[in-house]
């Protein structure tokens, strides 16, 4: 380990609570993660110290939060290597951030009888706003399947391809199963028959380094509140020749360069896609969490995770009667699984009233449930303030509770 775990957790002051009167320990970050308090301390600065609407003041106050709400733009191109700035969209989150997509390159690029495709193990924000784009538009979308084991079946890309693909959205890293998917190789395919590529790194940016030069991608969508960020706060990067294409998603103040009642023109990237007062307070948050993992290095945090994601893969593994969903060779800090016949919400409630905190449940991908043949699974989602004491107590408390429903 690269970095001291104990001071590290000193900065997440929810680690300190008590639930039912035990320690509470937080397994549930792919959910939503905990907040430092760097990210506490920027918000609680701008609320207590600054307020003035961005963009929309001569006075001092609207200029310190319109520098620092375009100082985060620069943070999130450099995060993720974008081009240029003005490709980065400041959205609530990751499912607005699709909305957006599906709404506005939908209008552009999207006619009757072409299709999306997605895949098998999409979270529902990657595939309910390509369903409705598809029933406004009388497209179709297409589904890759997924192996029993939990991987894309990319042997089958080509036989979805025609010439009616207008684009394909997947996710980095799955929810559910933990799957790191070859997007680098996706993205090569697609763009081979001119096809542009969304990428859901909801679960993904707060795992590894993301380059969206590197891969290629014609956008790519995430959350600030699972980057250890606020809640509120996504970004969508678009490449520039898609973005000026598409028509505004929401329309209101600032996304317009001059409105009259004959007719109105819009502003230049990014604002175009940023109607109303933004959320400055929290793009501040999100600017303060980047800060954050950047200082901790996300090599650094890659590396830790991998290694509490083998640790306890391998200790849940030799339990009686489990069963890991979703074993794919590439995985992040994620593990699925379900034990014997008891029902994962069962199993949930007994694990919070030991004072552990899992997600049970769907875990919105009900179609990825449908495929597996399963209700839902309990998720244990490690992130790097997790320790290998804590998963030897979790292992012990499933254990216990196997006992007790058996
Ligand atoms: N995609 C994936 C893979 C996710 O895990 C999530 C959140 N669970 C989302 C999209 C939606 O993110 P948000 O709710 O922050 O918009």
Not at 51 to 79: I, K, W
Not at 99 to 122: H, K, P, Q
Not at 291 to 318: F, S
Request: charged share 20%.
């Amino acid at each position: 380990m690269s970095f001291d775990i104990h001071s590290i957790r000193k900065d997440f002051p929810i680690l300190e609570q008590q639930v039912y009167g035990k320690p509470y320990t937080y397994f549930d970050s792919a959910a939503t993660a905990l907040r430092p308090l760097q990210v506490l301390q920027a918000m609680e600065k701008i609320f207590r110290e600054f307020n003035g609407n961005p963009h929309r003041g001569a006075h001092y106050m609207s200029n310190q939060t319109t520098l620092a709400y375009e100082a985060v733009r620069d943070q999130v191109q450099h995060f993720i290597n974008a081009p240029s700035r003005e490709e980065i969209i400041f959205t609530k989150g990751t499912t607005e951030s699709i909305n957006l997509v599906a709404y506005s390159f939908g209008e552009a690029f999207v006619s009757e009888g072409d299709e999306i495709i997605i895949s098998e193990m999409e979270h529902h924000a990657n595939i309910v706003p390509w369903q409705m784009l598809a029933q406004r538009k009388k497209a179709v979308v297409k589904v890759l399947p997924i192996s029993d084991r939990g991987e894309l079946m990319l042997e089958k890309l080509d036989e979805l391809i025609t010439e009616r693909t207008k684009l394909m959205a997947f996710n980095l890293v799955s929810n559910v199963l933990g799957t790191i998917n070859p997007i680098k190789t996706i993205i090569e395919k697609a763009h081979h028959h001119n096809i542009p590529v969304l990428v859901d790194g909801a679960q993904g940016v707060q795992h590894g380094n993301v380059d969206v030069q590197d891969l290629d991608c014609d956008f790519f969508v995430f959350s600030g509140h699972k980057l250890y960020g606020p809640t509120g706060v996504g970004c969508l990067y678009g490449k520039r020749k898609w973005l000026d294409a598409m028509p505004p998603f929401l329309g209101g103040g600032e996304m317009i360069e001059k409105v009259s009642f004959s007719g109105t023109t819009f502003n230049a990237l990014p604002y175009k896609f940023e109607a109303g007062t933004p959320n400055f307070t929290e793009v501040i948050g999100l600017g303060a969490a980047i800060d954050y993992v950047q200082q901790i290095g996300l090599t650094n945090i890659a590396a830790y995770e991998h290694e509490l994601l083998e640790y306890a893969t391998e200790k849940l593994r030799t339990m009686k009667g489990m069963r890991i969903i979703g074993e794919a060779e590439n995985k992040a800090s994620v593990i699925s699984f379900l034990v014997g016949q008891i029902h994962p919400y069962d199993m949930g409630m007994f694990l919070d009233k030991m004072g552990f905190a899992l997600r049970t449940g769907h875990h919105c991908a009900q179609p990825l449930m449908d495929r597996l043949g399963i209700p839902g699974t309990v998720r244990l989602s490690l992130a790097f303030y997790n320790t290998k004491e804590e998963i030897d107590q979790v292992v012990k408390a499933i254990e216990k509770t196997v006992e007790l429903l058996s």
